[in-house]
């Protein structure tokens, strides 16, 4: 059996740890390097508790070693700052990246994928990898054709960088595809402090939430006439991510396209 060859950038990080310690128990992949601007010199199973894996952190991902790893697959759970510059490292590479990380936004995802099509090479995006999360989008997607009011409020740990967060987005999208945009509440209605109502995505409220001892929660609420309507996913560990990140590896091996969302892979 010919293994995929893995690389994971932010390999130091809450995710990266967990990704390495997934990719160690599947016979079909093989790490081959790890990068992180922490932990630079360790060998990887020091830093994410599993045996000695013979292979060391490399400080920010660069060209050159990721062509050196000979990866297939490059696994990006870094920060908003770095994983646009990742992915194009990858793609330039003939790599595909695997991007968990959220935070780019439309011009760069654009950008990507332009440069998907000139390399021929494949990149997968998911903002989300937990299947229940998936599941959440696609109840809100489908509750969205009868309430057309909506806010959302997403939970997460107060390490978080990005907000909203890139689930949020996602799940504002959806919600567009089958609601136009519209005003929600009072036409006349003002924010006495900034910022009151959350952010505003075709009229769709997201209000963002970052409190120690979270892991990442979202609630989706409908209100219709003398009814209402919430749908929630909470992740109480990141392991429940790892299905999602192992199917993502293996289906972004045969991609040739910009593929976004696990959902795609999914029945
Ligand atoms: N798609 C999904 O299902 C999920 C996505 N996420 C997203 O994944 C990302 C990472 O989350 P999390 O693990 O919690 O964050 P962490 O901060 O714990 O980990 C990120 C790691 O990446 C390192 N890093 C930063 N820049 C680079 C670089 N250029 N090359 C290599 N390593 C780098 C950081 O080092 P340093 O601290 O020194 O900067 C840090 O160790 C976030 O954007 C988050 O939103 C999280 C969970 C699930
Ligand atoms: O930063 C996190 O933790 C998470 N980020 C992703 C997002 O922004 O939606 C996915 C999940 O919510 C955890």
Redesign the pocket.
Known sequence: MKKIRVFV????????QEVIRSILREDDLLLVGA????HQGMDVGFVVGAPRVGIDITG??GLEFLRSSRADVLVD???????F??AKIAIMAGVVPVI????LDEAEIAEIRTLVEKQNVGAFL?????IGAILMMRFAGEAAKYFPNVDIIEMHHD????AP??TALKTAEGILEVRQPMIQGHPNEYEKIPGARGADLGGIHIHSVRLPGLI?HQEVLFGGLGQALTIRHDAFS?ET?MP?VILGIRKAAELTELVIGLENFLD
């Open positions: 950038a932010g390999a130091s990080g809450k995710m990266g990068s992180d601007t922490r920010p991902l759970f870094t920060n908003p700052q770095s994983v510059n990742n968990g990380t959220t935070g998911a903002p989300n990898f937990s390490q978080k960088l990005d967060s890139g990442a990141r991510y999602g």
